[in-house]
């Protein structure tokens, strides 16, 4: 429809703005040159401003270049006249920095499509095994994923990925928070966050398992870490990262995780194994929020076995 053409034009006018900006940048010396240190504290004027803010500020600047009053301060040159060239540079880099910020949505709302995707193709998978349809899935060993197997030496005849295995989290995993509240729940629509999690098991070859178990005889499977895809694609508050915290669940084995990021999303939370995190990033460990999505992958930490 015209929408979606609309929202693909947008898209690619900010992409090309961007990548114009990205290039001048680059022409001109890159960090050290002419024009990163000319835009360097007008950037610092956008930073922490809701897109609601920035675009009234965008009017009033081509106000003020139209010679209309506005509300932004006037800036004058050595002449006292107001400074064209300033506000024209000013203008110039606030309309890059909204076309990031309208890539960054796009990119987040493509996520939320991706994982609408997936949460419909999980839930026809489970209808097939619900009516005992055959299911099979495969997926491209991740070699950040086999650390725990990789930790101690492996049986003889053992592939280095042999028994590893992710599974999704669904829904039936989440926690519920009874009588939350939220000071900004008049203001805003309370909403859950969409989440892709993924458990992953394997085999724990300590010395224990190697000499009581073999390749053909393997332990049994136990939980070594978690992916944690959480999207918050329309925060009010973009200065702020989500945060996550490990509370108490009912028994020593588990714990609560639960992750909050601020209106309008609702808290949410998962039980999972209790035990320590290894955040070593070459273990696999990652924390980051990037595009409206906090990703947490966490492996846990090795327990070598004693006589």
Known sequence: GAGGENAVIRYWDALHMVTTDEIQY???????????????????MFAGQSMEAL?????????????????????????GVVDTDYWTTVLDQLRVHLAKMELSEIHSKMLVRQLEKLETKREE???????GE?????????????VAASAAPLPTGAEPDFGNLEEELGLNDEIDLENSQYAWRDKYRPR??????????????????KTHYDHDNPPPK????????????????????????LERADTEEFCILRF???????????????????????????????????????NFASHWYRR
């Open 260 to 298: 909050s990021a601020g209106p309008p999303y609702e808290d949410v939370a998962f039980k999972i194994i209790n035990r320590q995190w290894n955040k070593s990033r070459k273990r696999g460990f990652r924390c980051t929020f990037e595009r409206g999505v906090l990703s947490l992958y966490v």
């Open 55 to 79: 675009v009234q500020m965008r009017g009033d600047i081509e106000q003020k270049l139209r010679g209309d009053s506005g509300g932004t301060a006037p800036r004058f040159d050595e002449n």
């Open 26 to 44: 680059l022409k001109t010396g890159g960090e050290g040159g002419g024009h990163a240190s000319l835009v360097k504290d007008i950037r610092d």
């Open 134 to 146: 055959t299911v099979e899935e495969k997926e491209e060993p991740n070699k950040d994923d086999n």
């Open 222 to 245: 136990i939980v070594q870490g978690y992916k944690f895809n959480i999207f918050y694609p329309d925060l009010i508050d973009r200065t702020t990262s989500p945060r996550y915290f």
């Open 125 to 131: 998978l489970r209808k097939k095994a619900l009516s």
């Open 192 to 209: 859950k966050p969409r989440y892709f999690n993924r458990v992953k098991t394997g085999y724990d070859w300590n010395a224990y398992n």
